[in-house]
């Protein structure tokens, strides 16, 4: 099984919650070898982002307001370092399609719209993977199952009049963003959901998910709903997300529907504790491609 992986996902970011250290983490614990992907062409973003936005982001013409709204300390090779970790999406979902399964230790930025960035997402490289293999595999349906403790807002609203992409979201509901675009299938879940909540949840959707038929999976595994991250509030233990992981890996492999794994968020107090729920994710997937070879 492939894993994607750049240096360059650990970005600069003086003083801010997101801990880009956890990619290196997650590899250096893996012990796996990865391929480090090539940046995203500017013509593929042009199959989701509008031309004027990437404009801004290729000229640094970001307004006050737009680098505001995108909540980084935003420098001009910030840019690159996202195009990288958006062909990092691209390629995972290519080697998923060849091989099963893929995962990508990166990607996830699911608050970016066609025409701005959101909540740390300034490009949406699930939305762009997705237009480039409907582009060159001929690819029709698609199924994004998003588990960050966060609404998918922007990949909801980018494939919001495409019946070709069933989006799932199933987040805890009052939480960020406050704009939350409707989803083929929405669970938004009351504050301290818990263990048994969310996996009741999660079970009751999945058949709903896969009854629209999807080619690939595109399963976005935040590490945030933990019980200690500090951006999310749906208390989940490790022991719970690792069942989360075995539930959407088992469903895509009995469906034998090939899935790629982006990782999104995570913010534990302890960056370790994120680190251990990413890594718990890929090696569900790794053992999942094992056991289906062997079976």
Not at 232 to 261: F, M, N, Q, S, Y
Request: charged residues 25%; aromatic residues 6%.
């Amino acid at each position: 099984m492939r894993v994607f992986f750049s240096p360059r996902y650990e970005l600069s970011l003086p003083g801010h919650i997101w801990p880009t250290s956890k990619y290196r983490r997650v590899v250096d614990s893996l012990q796996a070898n990865v391929i480090e992907p090539r940046p995203a062409s500017w013509e593929d973003l042009a199959l989701v982002h509008t031309s004027e936005y990437l404009e801004k982001l290729r000229l640094n013409r970001l307004t006050p307001d737009e680098i505001a709204t995108l909540e980084l300390p935003w420098s001009p090779d910030l840019a690159d370092g996202f195009r990288v970790m958006v062909g990092g999406t691209c390629e995972a979902a290519c080697a998923a399609l060849d091989d099963g399964a893929s995962a990508h230790i990166g990607g996830g930025l699911h608050h970016a719209f066609a025409n701005h960035g959101e909540g740390f997402c300034p490009l949406n490289d699930i939305a762009v993977a997705i237009r480039v293999v409907q582009r060159d595999r001929r690819l029709r349906r698609t199924a994004v199952i998003d588990c960050d403790v966060h609404h998918g807002n922007g990949t909801a609203m980018i494939f919001e009049r495409d019946p070709e992409v069933f989006t799932f979201s199933i987040h805890q509901q009052h939480n960020y963003p406050l704009f939350k675009p409707r989803s083929d299938l929405d669970v938004g879940l009351e504050d301290g959901a818990g263990d048994a909540r969310y996996l009741d949840a999660l079970r009751g959707a999945l058949p709903e998910i896969l009854k629209s038929g999807p080619e690939l999976i595109v399963y976005v595994a935040g590490a945030d709903p933990f019980a200690g991250d500090r951006l999310g509030g749906l208390l989940l233990t490790k022991a719970a997300l690792a069942e989360r992981d075995a539930l959407v890996i088992r469903a895509g492999r009995d469906a034998g529907v090939p899935i790629v794994v982006v990782l999104a968020g995570g913010y534990a107090a302890d960056v370790r504790d994120t680190v251990d729920i990413h890594v718990g994710t890929i090696r569900a997937l790794i053992d999942s491609r094992h056991a289906h070879t062997l079976s």
